[in-house]
């Protein structure tokens, strides 16, 4: 069988108990993130560029506009990834809720599904877009392409698949006219193209299994067969784990949620100076010891931006031994980039790669002036009790949306509420507490 196979066979898969779970957090999280991204309105003007070409009103946006659900899909996608701050997940190099979720919201909208089928097909496209992931594997990434656009777009199709109630043949060839629109390139980070990748996964994949649906045709495996996605776009095609889709335990289980708003590659350093309380007047040096490929993402070492200062190691940890929050993005403003205290201490760290720790680990080595030693470290892979990170997830959806919204959110989504839910993220109300 090849990796097409299997995913058609997943496409009606049963759920998972814990899997449900996982993924009830990070629906949480990717409509917090969602609406922030809404009110920055940093994507008004494109979002009107859309609405403009006019079509049925199928499904709603973020503020409450209807919009097809193509439509609807890309503006959600792109909203979302705006602020960068939604679930990743490391082995699948990518963001998986994010390019999911809109594609099953418009499509369940489009069809009158209610809450738990919209999200019983958002579970099977995020595992399937992190198992792609990891079939298209880290040359596909490290050459240039997104996984989260790229694999992101065959998990979106699955989820509009599976609310359609497409055949397998149906399936077969959406995901094969997938193949023909999966896009996206790194070239576009640090610019409104990196959500943008998002927002077009999202799209492709209610596209691919719309038309699909109308009778399109599509080559019969466009992801792995001859001259298909994965042999033209350096895929690594490993099926090692494909033999593992469907069975416990699912790989969105081991997914990561940001808890601070910054690059995901500072998190392991910065969980590990959690809770390290010491004078900073006291601090001789700081040594944070990383994984190499992080000293080309997120090592700036001089920031004098807040944007810049996301991706510095030194300009947060001085941050975090300052007391001030990483996980508010209102912190990181242009302002804080210039702070004589957070300057002064940033001066003091010193950043080097290590080849024995893993890309989700961080160790970090505090002297103080009076001869004391402080080793800390964490590893992101370390299991992280429920209760503690559905805890941290509404602190940061309090943060992001006011405590009354975060509130209404939370309680649409735990109880299976699509009218509440589209209710709140539908509002169009901006900052509201």
């Known amino acids: 069988m090849s990796i097409t196979d299997h995913l058609i066979a997943f496409c009606t898969a049963p759920t998972d108990r814990a899997a449900c779970e996982m993924m009830r ?3 949480f999280d990717w409509a917090a993130c969602g609406i922030a991204g809404a ?9 009107k560029s ?11 946006v973020f503020g409450g506009a209807l919009m097809p659900a193509p439509a609807a899909a890309l503006i959600n996608g792109t909203l979302s990834h705006a602020l960068d701050f939604d679930d990743t997940h490391f082995a699948h190099i990518g963001h998986p809720s994010v390019a999911v979720a809109p594609a099953a919201l418009a499509v369940a909208q489009r069809e009158g599904r209610d809450f738990d089928a919209m999200f019983d097909a958002a579970l099977i496209g995020v595992e399937a877009s992190i198992h792609v992931g990891l079939w298209l594997g880290r040359d596909h990434y490290q050459i240039g392409f997104h996984q989260t656009a790229t694999a992101g777009a065959f ?3 699955l989820a509009a698949a599976r609310l359609l109630g497409l055949s397998e043949v149906e ?14 390139i790194k070239a576009q980070f640090g610019t409104g193209g990196k959500p943008l990748n998002a927002g077009l996964a999202a799209r492709s994949g209610v596209e691919a299994a719309l038309w699909a649906q109308c009778g399109m045709s599509a080559a019969a495996d466009g992801l792995a067969g001859p001259l298909g996605f994965g042999p033209t776009h ?3 095609q490993d099926e090692t784990h494909l033999a593992a889709l469907g069975k416990t335990p699912w790989q969105i289980l081991s997914i990561s949620h940001k808890l601070h708003a910054c690059c995901h590659g500072l998190h392991a350093m910065l969980e590990a100076l959690d809770g390290v309380s010491v004078d900073a007047q006291e601090i001789e040096s700081i040594e944070v010891k990383t994984h190499p490929r992080w000293l080309s993402v997120c090592n700036i070492p001089e920031p004098d931006t807040g944007l810049a200062s996301k991706f510095s190691y030194r300009h947060t940890a001085a941050m975090a031994m300052l007391g001030k ?3 508010q993005r209102n912190m990181f403003s242009d302002v804080m980039a210039q702070d004589a205290e957070v300057l002064a201490l940033r001066r003091k760290v010193t950043v080097k790669g290590d080849t024995d720790l893993s ?5 970090v080595t505090i002297m103080l002036t009076c001869g004391k030693r402080i080793d800390v470290s964490h590893d992101l892979a370390a299991p992280l009790p429920e209760a503690i990170r559905q805890q941290k997830l509404r602190s940061k959806a309090t943060d992001l949306l006011g405590a009354a919204r975060e509130t209404r959110l939370w309680s649409a989504i735990k109880t299976s509420d699509m009218t509440g839910f589209l209710e709140t993220i539908g509002s169009s109300e901006r900052g509201e507490q």
């Open 25 to 27: 957090l990070s629906l």
């Open 155 to 157: 998990g979106a199709t």
């Open 171 to 184: 399936t077969r060839h959406a995901l094969g006219l997938c193949a023909s629109l999966a896009s996206g």
């Open 50 to 60: 859309i609405g403009a070409q006019g079509g049925q009103g199928e499904a709603m």
């Open 325 to 327: 929050s990483t996980a």
């Open 234 to 236: 350096h895929g690594a």
């Open 39 to 47: 009110q920055e309105g940093g994507f008004d003007r494109f979002q």
């Open 359 to 363: 890309e989700m680990q961080a160790e």
